[in-house]
């Protein structure tokens, strides 16, 4: 009763509340593009920092994307170690950047999962995927399906600098 949500404007009815810690199930997907070549160590050390604050009943995968997508380990786990260790040696090298197509992975890997499902994505925020097949997921594809999902998608956002020798 002290407060009210709106929605575009319209009130709308709280049937539920609850300020209670919620675990989450997260895939953090890594650009690894030519564009955040310059600024890969910073990008790592804040993932390194998300994984050191998870908590106990919280998940997660590491994803990375250039050439290929790659989400590891095989299955969620809440193991610190387990998710630094990919992160320090796990990743791949730069490439392209299918980020659209990246997401569109993360959701994929969350749709079995229990709970409050997150990607964050660490990214320049360009896609550039490399793939003439026509085949590629767009923003609206990946919007649209992580509101059906019920899929939280977060990005932090870098300024890409090129990659290294470039102006």
Request: hydrophobic share 40%; charged share 15%; net charge negative.
């Given at each position: 009763d002290d407060f009210e949500v709106l929605d575009n404007g319209k009130a709308q009815t709280i049937?539920?509340?609850?300020?209670?810690?919620?675990?989450?199930?997260v895939v953090l997907l890594l650009d690894r593009s030519g564009s955040v070549v310059r600024d890969f160590d910073l990008v790592r050390d804040a993932a390194v920092r998300f994984v050191d604050d998870l908590?106990?009943?919280d998940k997660a995968r590491i994803g990375s994307f250039s050439n290929r997508i790659q989400?590891?380990?095989?299955?969620?786990?809440?193991?610190h170690n387990e998710?630094?260790?990919?992160?320090?040696?796990?990743?791949?090298?730069?490439?392209?950047t299918p980020l659209w197509n990246a997401v569109n992975v993360g959701?994929?890997?969350?749709?079995?999962?229990?709970g409050r499902r997150v990607i964050l994505?660490?990214?320049d925020g360009m896609d550039s995927p490399m793939n003439f097949s026509g085949a590629?997921?767009?923003?609206?594809?990946?919007m649209k399906r992580a509101e059906e999902e019920d899929v939280m998608v977060y990005a932090i956002?870098?300024?890409g600098s090129g990659p290294p020798g470039r102006a």
């Open positions: 049937t539920v509340f609850s300020n209670d810690l919620q675990p989450i199930t908590l106990p009943a989400v590891d380990p095989r299955d969620f786990t809440s193991n998710l630094l260790g990919i992160l320090r040696s796990e990743l791949q090298e730069a490439g392209p959701i994929t890997a969350l749709l079995h999962q229990q994505v660490f990214t590629n997921n767009t923003l609206k594809d990946v956002g870098l300024a």
